[in-house]
Each structure stands twice: as structure tokens, then as C-alpha cells.
């Protein structure tokens, strides 16, 4: 029996011949991205933005009924709510978003509070009242600050980790890469204002260790190729590496797309925003590994010969005294 093969053993596709316009356009994505973070801004969720927070436990259950909860409390006019486990099984905590202005208004926050658990009690009987706490916009924004650095130092080690691993050339193309796609990612949630959240954060450290990866795994054959291949013109030689990780890519590729459109499609609608990135970043992530990691070592002067150890004169002198020079 004949295996399918999606790519042919003999592949031999010219991505490098479209570098410049490539390179081009990823320079307008970024640029229009970051325009469309400051122009727009990003649609914070209750977890950087602040909110009413109310804690229950449900006594009469053993585990608490969340996508009912979910279900419920978004249909109070309020927002999407998130409704997370807190503590035991049967124990949640439920984040509604405030109006504007409601932070000024004194008992106005509770009161909705109060509305959430009314709402809740008259479905579910027997819910205990653990918190009703208002979560302050300063203490959101330090939330959201530290996520913000969470993703700046998630970079900065895959580049160092790169850059000890082959060499710096690599680590800045890498981190170029994945400055790019985090970017892209930013710029798709500010212009179609979708709920920016922590699902979001988890989803783009799953990017950036996808994107990563696909990096790691076309830098480790461009490695492997200059040892064999010292004539070899750079361009031919990083196209070869691309063909060559190219089934391994497009199997990674489709698996993870095959797994994600279920959940795109017909997934409940607190997960619509994490599963959108994950999908979108799928692509911007291969781009980027064939476009802009394997292009720009050709720009930082990488050559066939960069990473040969140089013969020092006293080697020369050595093999001159052997008569092999």
C-alpha cells in the first residue's frame, strides 16, 4: 500500500525568489497593527479592565454548573461574563464588566453584584453568597501590565535560547519573527475589537511556541545544510531547507487546524477569542518562519562559510611543519 504524501519528496518551490515583497508586507503589517492598537485600542476584558466580582458555593452539588452560570449571568445586559472554578469543584467565582461611570457612583457596583446573585439564586436554590467585591481598574491595569511583560520576557529568552543554541544571526531572526506575529495578532483583536482577555495571553504563548518551533526546526536543517553544502549560494540553500521541512510543516499545520475548527465553529462563545488567535496565529506563524527567519540571515550577512571555525597561524604553521600544507 501506497503512504499519502500532502508534499512530494521532490519539492522544490522558490520561497525565497518573493523575499523582498514579503518582507515589505510584513513590515505594513506590523506598522498597520500597532496603528490599529493605538487607534482603536484593544476591547479589555473584565480581567484588565475591572469588574464586579461575586464568589458562590453550591452546596447542593458537587460540582458547580458553569456553562449554565455562563449562560445566565450573560444574559443579564451585563457583558460576557467569566466564570471561572474558584477553590472546590463546587465553588466559582463570576466576573461581570461595569458600566461607565459605575465606579463613581457609590453602591452602584454592588448592586449589580446583588442583581448577579439574585439571578442566580432563583435558578440554582441553595447558592451560597461567598464574595461580592468590586475588582478596581488600577488593580486590572497591574494585571495587565504584568501579562504585557510576561510576553516581553517569554521573547527575550526564546531569542537568547536561540542565539546560545546556533548563533546571534539566528536568535534576531527568531525574535524578529516572533515580534512580527505577536504583532499581527494584536492588530487582528484591535480592529475587530474581540473580547481581549488572559484566554488571549495563553493564546499567544501558544503562538509564540508554535511559531518558535517551526523556526527551531527550519534553523536546525539550515544548520545542518551549511556543513554539507559550503558552495552553495544562501538563497538556494535556505530554500532547500524550507522544501525539505516543508511535509513536517504542513502535517503540524493541518493537525492542529483539523483539531482547532471543530472548537471555531461549534466551541461555546468564551472560547471563540482563544481559538480565533490560536488559528490565525497558525498561519502568521508559518509565514513568518519561511519568510522572515530564513530571509533575514541573508540580510545580516550570513554566508556558506560564517560558521566554519578559521584556520589560525599557528594551525597553518602546524601543517606547514607536517607538509600538509
Known amino acids: ?30 506598522v498597520g497593527s500597532w496603528a490599529a492598537v493605538l487607534v482603536n485600542g484593544l476591547n479589555f476584558g473584565v480581567d484588565f479592565a475591572g469588574g464586579q466580582e461575586v464568589r458562590l458555593t453550591f452546596e447542593e452539588r458537587e460540582q458547580a454548573p458553569i456553562p449554565g452560570l455562563r449562560e445566565l449571568v450573560g444574559g443579564l445586559g451585563y457583558g460576557e461574563p467569566v466564570v471561572q472554578e474558584f477553590g472546590a469543584p463546587n465553588q466559582v467565582s463570576i ?19 446583588n442583581r448577579v446573585i439574585a439571578a442566580i439564586g432563583e435558578e440554582y436554590p441553595g447558592a451560597r453568597t461567598d464574595g461580592n467585591d468590586t475588582v478596581s481598574g488600577k488593580v486590572a491595569g497591574e494585571f495587565r501590565d504584568s501579562a504585557i511583560l510576561a510576553l516581553l520576557a517569554a521573547m527575550v529568552a526564546v531569542a537568547i ?8 544571526q539566528f536568535g534576531v ?9 505577536v504583532s499581527v495578532t494584536l492588530g487582528l483583536f484591535a480592529l475587530t475589537q474581540m473580547e481581549f482577555g488572559l484566554q488571549i495571553v495563553a493564546a499567544i504563548l501558544a503562538i509564540i511556541g508554535y511559531s518558535l518551533n517551526d523556526t527551531i526546526v527550519v534553523y536546525d536543517r539550515i544548520r545542518e545544510n551549511l556543513k554539507k553544502f559550503r558552495k552553495m549560494p544562501l ?13 513536517r510543516t504542513i502535517m503540524t499545520s493541518l493537525t492542529l487546524f483539523v483539531a482547532l475548527m471543530p472548537l471555531l465553529l461549534f466551541g ?36 556558506s562559510t560564517s560558521f566554519v571555525p578559521q584556520e589560525s597561524a599557528l594551525d597553518r604553521q602546524e601543517k606547514i611543519a607536517r607538509g600538509e600544507a
Open 95 to 113: 466576573r461581570v464588566p461595569l458600566p461607565e461611570g459605575t465606579e463613581d457612583t457609590p453602591g452602584a457596583a454592588t448592586e449589580i453584584g
Open 173 to 181: 531572526g527568531a525574535l524578529f519573527a516572533l515580534f512580527h506575529d
Open 235 to 247: 538563497p538556494e540553500l535556505l530554500d532547500l531547507s524550507v522544501n525539505e521541512t516543508l511535509a
Open 161 to 168: 535560547y536561540i542565539w546560545v543554541r546556533f548563533e546571534w
Open 1 to 30: 500500500m501506497k503512504l499519502l504524501k500532502l508534499v512530494p519528496d521532490d519539492t522544490n518551490i522558490k520561497f525565497l525568489k518573493l523575499r523582498v515583497p514579503f518582507f515589505v508586507l510584513s513590515i505594513v503589517l506590523i
Open 268 to 303: 461555546p462563545a468564551s472560547l471563540f477569542g482563544m481559538v480565533a488567535a490560536i488559528t490565525a496565529g497558525l498561519f502568521i506563524g508559518t509565514y513568518s518562519s519561511v519568510y522572515l527567519a530564513g530571509p533575514l540571515l541573508i540580510w545580516m550577512g550570513v554566508t
